[in-house]
């Protein structure tokens, strides 16, 4: 847990799911299970989001819903793919509409399986979102750094 | 709208969805506004068609029960029973009693958690989180029983073609409906809040009004029919053990997002009457008949009450370990006509409280 260093923000996404996951990533939300303990807050708006919680398989008409809210998220960002269908399309994986997956459309860092997936299993996969976030933030800074390194003796000579 | 825009403006188009913070499943609408009030609206769909239907040209016709299940989450276990109704129509065979009794304890169980799952959602809808939070805590107490007597608790996976596959023994059942108890005091204090907390009462009453007629005529179903005053239930065909319960239809007549909730408030009451007298008459034996072999050719179709009302299950055999056809109409695919209805006229800001007041169930609808 101490990889954690602030509050991550969680977007939930249903891209064609059967709903069974989704009402189970609300029910961490709420005081059984209470994902707010570890300091996350769900929020509509991608821009303001850290980790994108996805379940379902994804149909040909929300992929440019999905890829547009991954796309709005800041950097860096973690995205969970919630249950068996979010994987490889689980039940559904033959049917004419799905993707079978969500890494078909955007990269995926955690996955959780089950069908349908147990909250407990959904708030392992949020902490470890979490973590994955606390590492990409510092690998960022590091090569925010050493960008800042490879500039400056150029910017020196220039002089 | 500022007030230094002078020019009266013309109807503004605003979309809403199909990712919107009070929606858990994606819907959309194009809504067509007069200043505040909503004069039209268009809803889309298709964000969470799968195509599963066409589904069980490919499985094996006892293995789609898994599909049917998965229609949607909530009233997963009711999608798996009509599948094998319909499946067993056709086959003509008799479930045993012990199957039909505990179908009927799972559908009734499986119809609190969904009534309270939408409670929840709805208050979240108009910003009374707290409301949405108490809710779902007792909701859990249900969710701990379906997982104790069927083992799962969204998707219970105990729906079975000629019976159920879990057979909970009645000990478990009596010790279950003890559990559940307090969550019927919690209820009672919930409906409370509903009907007697101004700020809610401000919120739905008179808001997203729908005549009688014009339910009836839109092909209105389950809570938001009766709202409306008219008294359906299919419950009252008699399947599975329900004809020998005594019950009748919760309706209300005002017809606005008050009435949709008070309908809901009595059948989590009445749907508790029923689960108590379920367990109380359980009776003992089997809980399956083996089917083996192929189905004949033939079809079927099937009614149920689910908790967001009637939905319809057709099936078609062409004599193959392969249906030849399903279909599925879903309560939420016949409320949407009445809920555009209930929309217009109502201002943006009670689009939210009306779209949930039918509790739409999206990944059924588009299945
Ligand atoms: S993984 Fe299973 S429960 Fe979850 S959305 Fe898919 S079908 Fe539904």
Known sequence: MSAIEKSPWLIHYDASSCNGCDIEVLACLTPMYDAERFGCIVTGDPKQADIFLITGSVNNLNIPVVKNIYEQMPEPKAVVAIGACAYSGGVFAECYNVQGGVAKVIPVDVYVPGCAAKPESILDGVVRAAQILAEKKKAMRKARRAARHAESPAQEAAK | ?367
């Open chain 2, 1 to 367: 709208m500022s007030s230094h825009d002078k020019a009266a403006p013309g109807p503004t188009v605003i979309p809403f969805g199909p990712q919107h913070p009070v929606l858990p499943e994606p819907l959309h609408f194009d809504l067509t506004l007069e200043d505040e009030k909503v004069v039209g609206a268009i809803p889309q769909i298709g964000y969470i068609h799968r195509g599963l239907e066409m589904l069980v040209e490919k499985r094996d016709y006892l293995d789609y029960v898994h599909v049917a299940e998965r229609i949607c989450g909530i009233c997963s276990f009711m999608h798996g029973m009509g599948y094998c109704e319909a499946v067993e129509t056709i086959l003509g065979v008799q479930v045993p009693d012990r199957a039909r009794w505990l179908r009927t304890f799972w559908s009734e169980l499986e119809r609190v958690h969904s009534h309270l799952l939408w409670l929840g959602l709805a208050a979240d809808a108009f910003g009374f989180e707290n409301l949405f939070h108490a809710s779902w805590r007792a909701r859990e107490t249900v969710i701990d029983v379906a997982e104790e007597t069927s083992g799962g608790r969204v998707i219970f996976g105990s729906a079975l073609v000629g019976g159920v596959s879990r057979d909970p023994d009645d000990e478990t059942l009596r010790r279950c409906m003890k559990a559940i108890e307090p969550v019927r005091a919690e209820i009672l204090r919930l409906a409370q809040v509903w009907i007697g907390e101004p700020t809610v009462r401000h919120r739905l009453s008179g808001v997203g009004h729908v005549s009688k007629e014009a339910a009836y005529a839109l092909g209105a179903v389950g809570p938001m029919l009766r709202a409306s005053g008219v008294d359906y239930d299919a419950r009252e065909r008699g399947y599975e053990a329900y004809g020998e319960i005594e019950f009748k239809a919760v309706v209300e007549t005002a017809g606005d997002c008050m009435a949709r909730v008070l309908v809901r408030l009595g059948e989590i009451e009445q749907s508790f009457r029923i689960l108590d007298e379920v367990v109380a008459k359980m009776p003992a034996g089997p809980v399956a008949v083996p089917i083996k072999g192929m189905p004949p050719v033939g079809e079927s179709w099937i009614r149920l009450e689910q908790p967001r009302g009637e939905v319809l299950y057709f099936v078609r055999s062409n004599g193959t370990r392969q249906l030849e056809r399903f279909r599925v109409r879903t309560p939420t695919f016949a409320n949407i006509p009445a809920m555009v209805e209930a929309i217009k006229g109502v201002s943006l800001a009670d689009v939210p409280t009306v779209i949930l007041t039918i509790d739409p169930c999206i990944s059924c609808t588009e299945r």
